[in-house]
């Protein structure tokens, strides 16, 4: 699609995330925001932290109150008012087309910005919110957080899922018409990662030289499977000869991932590097033989995400193993640009990363074909297209 206007786009960022400036959500908006501007937009950021974005985008810091940060479940209602007021005035100023507004827990002034402006109202949906406090963390107001959910999806004149799943999921829960939602998976800068970084600084600085590197990047989270590599190292070091797992990351399961490598005798034997700028993950990623994401899923619904790593491991042209679960069906397909594992098992990962390292042949074979995913698929501009299609179809 040729795109001939050009838009003013006001992005809003309401979670409170802290210091946490790297990370998922913060690649997702540098991508995107770098995108709009390629294409010739004005962007425009409003956000609750700091963030690493393109000089051209005009930022605004809307923060949380220094008090009650240990409770941010009762944190986010002042928050509702307060950013409010401040996105209302960065609006009137801007002038924007539509607004753009990452779904977050406890949050319904997307809802109120829409009803004070009417605005053209996108909603990025990565997640049934009441579903993952649920299921992954600690949920103490479930019923409040449900009726801040229906609101927002209620006024939101598009949602915008990453995945098909989600979308499926989310429709169910909320009783959304399924015209009203668009699964746009996450994507990749294909010209910041690409197979031709040199790697030769990481693999000094962390003694790397001369050994066959297998790579994960990402958070230590618990579905992302980072606990399961950290209990197949052993194994991976007795059985791929000279091997070194690279653990690119920090996050929640860093002491869970430490203990497990003591246990076995090999955490002096690995590599840690914790927070990760993200200029510098792409050098990280090129200084790894092999990447491996197994995404766990413990649960009977089926797995909505589309991890970033996975389109940046794609755009590095490098060897992945990654599980067959869920919406990552539809990213990877076995032998051909990836080599797909079942989830959960550590003895897969093992045999994966043996059989990759004794197949020189498959391993450039995957490796081609995810590059070339990466440019014709899950490049940011073809997203930022897309949610300007979204747009375009939603005013008429």
Not at 115 to 124: C, I, Q, R, S, W
Not at 285 to 311: Q, R, W
Request: proline fraction near 5%; charged fraction near 25%; aromatic fraction near 12%.
């Amino acid at each position: 699609m040729e795109i001939h206007e050009k838009l003013n786009v006001l992005f809003w960022r309401v979670g409170f995330y802290g210091a946490l400036t790297e990370g998922g959500v913060a690649s997702l908006y540098r991508g995107l925001l770098d995108a709009f501007v390629q294409l010739g937009n004005q962007t425009a950021f409003a956000s609750s932290g700091p963030m690493n974005l393109p000089s051209e985008t005009d930022f605004h810091l809307i923060e949380y109150s220094k008090l009650l940060r240990n409770l941010p479940e009762i944190l986010t209602f002042p928050y509702n008012d307060s950013s409010l007021k401040k996105i209302l005035k960065i609006a009137e100023k801007f002038q924007p087309h539509f607004f753009y507004l990452h779904h977050h827990d406890f949050h319904y002034g997307g809802a109120k910005l829409k009803e004070k402006t009417g605005l053209p109202f996108l909603l990025h949906f990565d997640s049934i919110e009441y579903w993952v406090k649920k299921n992954w963390g600690k949920l103490y107001f479930g019923n409040l957080l449900k009726w801040c959910e229906k609101i927002e999806v209620a006024q939101a004149d598009a949602i915008i899922t990453i995945s098909d799943v989600l979308k499926k999921q989310a429709c169910e829960f909320y009783q959304i018409p399924p015209e009203k939602v668009y699964p746009v998976p996450n994507g990749v800068d294909t010209n910041i990662f690409h197979p031709n970084i040199d790697g030769k600084e990481i693999r000094k600085k962390y003694g790397l030289e001369g050994k066959f590197v297998v790579g994960y990047s990402g958070t230590f989270n618990a579905y992302h499977g980072v606990d399961l590599i950290a209990q197949a190292t052993k194994k991976i070091m007795d059985n791929t000869p000279n091997s070194i797992v690279f653990f690119i990351g920090d996050g929640a399961l860093r002491e869970k991932v430490e203990e497990i490598l003591k246990h076995d005798g090999v955490r002096n034997k690995v590599v840690i590097t914790g927070l990760v700028p993200y200029s510098e993950v792409p050098k990280h990623l090129a200084a790894c033989d092999l990447l491996v994401s197994p995404i766990i899923h413990n649960h009977k619904d089926e797995f909505f995400g589309t991890p970033i790593k996975h389109y940046e491991y794609k755009a590095m042209g490098k060897p992945i193993i990654a599980s067959s679960i869920g919406t990552l069906k539809d990213v990877f397909e076995h032998k051909v640009n990836s080599y797909t594992i079942e989830p959960n098992s550590v003895e897969a990962i093992v045999d994966a990363i043996n059989e990759i390292y004794n197949n020189p042949e498959l391993a450039n074979h995957i490796s081609h074909n995810a590059r070339r995913d990466a440019e014709l698929k899950h490049s940011w501009q073809v997203n930022a297209k897309r949610i300007i299609e979204i747009y375009q179809k939603i005013r008429k």
